[in-house]
Each structure stands twice: as structure tokens, then as C-alpha cells.
């Protein structure tokens, strides 16, 4: 499943080919994906401009000038591609290779430029768990995918005292806690594992003990507030640092050409100074949790 930072980089490789561009026509090659697509999708968007593309937690949102807003998540195989008269880029790539098979291409954006350059943006995905919604800009937060997100790990938000209170009493795990999309949006397993390592915490740990009895933050969770924020603004400047313009991908997510101190690293030693454990995995809820049990508490 895409993380944030890979739908960060999607959406940063799809805003110059999109942003601006009127939308002249939308092809349906079929009627549904993970879902059925919305009932009028066509007639909301079809001859409108696009005037920004967004995101939500792993959300795409496509906003168009007359307020509709359409939202897009990619599922495990989705992909957006682009084609103009330099041919089909990837505004980025995943862990795995994404499809260009055409029998996978469900929906395609025939746009016009400001500058009168057209371009098609084919949405390919051959397992079909993504899935469209349409709303408008005026009920997005109260869209169904949307209402119930947490805050964003982005920016200077998610703090040492955000933190606590979304942690206060809880009795789960604190990797389980942290992959709630009700407290923190956007997080998944390959960055928690991270910032858990950096912040030297057990994935096991109670979230609640992170918190005092005064429901102040402790330092270890201040600490886990500071590298949440940071391994993800770092994957995401990796991601957009591989996005020189949209016609210019190099196919590769900078998320992943990040070196993963713990994922994925089972028996290799820590990278921690002066550790001396090993990296172990186990599975929680389902997951693969990469670990050091010597320095994560």
C-alpha cells in the first residue's frame, strides 16, 4: 500500500501536467474499480479547469473551478501515467513496478493546457483496490474518506504535546496507534518503523505510557513527535527531489532511494552509535515490524 510520501511525489508529478489544464473530456473504460464510480462523474468535471491538485493523509484530491472535487486513492497497484508529445511518464514509481499494460488503463484525463498543449493522464491500476469519489469543496471535510483523518505529520503540527493527547491512555500498542488513521493521517508501516527506531522506542510499548500522570508529553515522546516529522519531510523532499518537472521522472520514488535504517533490515546489525543489537522482525496486526530490541524500549 502507498505511503504518504509516494502519494506526495504522485501528486507533485501530476500537479504541472494538471494544474490549469481544462479537462475536455474523461474516458470510463469501465464502470467501477474498487467501487462503482460516482453516478454524473462526466458532467461534474467535463469542460471544467482543474485548479489544483491536493492531497489528503493518501489521498489525491483533483479540484476543479466550478468546486467539484475529485478524490483518488490508488489502491495497492494504482498509477497515474502521463503522455504528451514526449511520450508516457510515471509521475513517480513504488516499491514495485508499476503497470502501462493499456488492458489496465480504467480511466483517462484528455486535457488542454493554458498553452494549448494537450495531454492524456491515464489512471492504470490491474488490481483495481484504488477507487474515485466525487464531492465538492464546500462538503469535502465531511466526505466519508476524509471526515474521520487525524492530523497531518507534516509541518509543525504534530508536536510533543498533539502527541500526548492523542496518546493519553490508550493501552494499544504504540505501533498500532500510530498506524490509526483517526489520530495521525497518512502514516504507514514502512515509517513507523522508522521513526520508532530513531526515537529508540518499542513498537510493543503501551502508547499510553508515553504520557505523564499530568498528561504532559514525556521526552521519549516529544522525541517520537520530532522524528515522525522528520523521516517524513525527508522522504518527501527525497520523493520531490526526483520530480524536476513532470516530463523529466526518472522513474524512481525517492522515498525508496532512501536507506532504511531498520525495514527491512532482519539480521542486520543497528545502526544506532554503540548499540551492538540486531535488527529483528516480527508480525503485528498483520505486519511485518522491523526492530531493535536492544534500543527500542
Request: contains cysteine; positive net charge.
Amino acid at each position: 500500500m502507498p505511503e504518504l510520501p509516494e502519494v506526495e511525489t504522485v501528486r507533485r508529478g501530476l500537479a504541472p501536467a494538471m494544474e490549469g489544464a481544462r479537462l475536455d473530456r474523461l474516458e470510463l473504460r469501465r464502470p467501477d474499480l474498487r467501487f462503482p464510480l460516482p453516478v454524473g462523474l462526466c458532467t461534474a468535471i467535463e469542460g471544467r479547469t482543474v485548479t489544483a491538485i491536493g492531497r489528503r493523509a493518501k489521498y489525491l484530491t483533483m479540484h476543479f473551478d466550478n468546486g467539484a472535487v475529485l478524490i483518488s486513492h490508488l489502491g495497492m497497484s494504482g498509477s497515474y501515467r502521463i503522455a504528451d508529445e514526449d511520450g508516457d511518464t510515471l509521475p513517480g514509481a513504488f516499491r514495485h513496478a508499476r503497470s502501462k499494460a493499456e488492458a489496465h488503463d480504467h480511466l483517462v484525463f484528455h486535457l488542454t493546457g493554458p498553452d494549448g498543449t494537450r495531454r492524456a493522464i491515464t489512471y492504470n491500476d490491474p488490481r483495481r483496490f484504488g477507487f474515485v469519489d466525487l464531492d465538492r469543496v464546500e462538503t469535502l471535510a465531511d466526505n466519508r474518506y476524509l471526515r474521520e483523518l487525524g492530523l497531518e505529520p507534516t509541518g509543525n503540527a504534530l508536536d510533543g504535546d498533539h502527541l500526548a493527547l492523542l496518546l493519553a491512555g490508550r493501552i494499544a500498542p504504540l505501533k498500532a496507534a500510530l498506524l490509526d488513521q483517526r489520530l495521525i493521517a497518512g502514516l504507514g508501516n514502512i515509517y513507523v518503523c522508522e521513526a520508532l527506531w530513531r526515537a529508540r522506542l518499542s513498537p510493543r510499548r503501551r502508547a499510553g505510557t508515553l504520557v505523564t500522570r499530568a498528561g504532559r508529553p514525556s521526552a521519549r515522546c516529544t522525541a517520537l513527535a520530532d522524528a515522525i516529522r522528520a523521516v517524513i519531510a525527508e522522504a518527501i523532499a527525497a520523493g520531490g527531489s526526483s520530480l524536476r518537472d513532470y516530463s523529466h521522472t526518472d522513474g524512481s520514488l525517492g522515498y525508496f532511494q532512501h536507506s532504511f535504517a531498520v525495514y527491512g533490515r532482519e539480521g542486520e546489525p543497528c545502526r544506532h552509535d554503540e548499540c551492538g543489537g540486531t535488527i529483528r522482525r516480527f508480525v503485528q496486526s498483520g505486519r511485518s515490524t522491523f526492530h531493535c530490541p536492544a534500543c527500542q524500549r
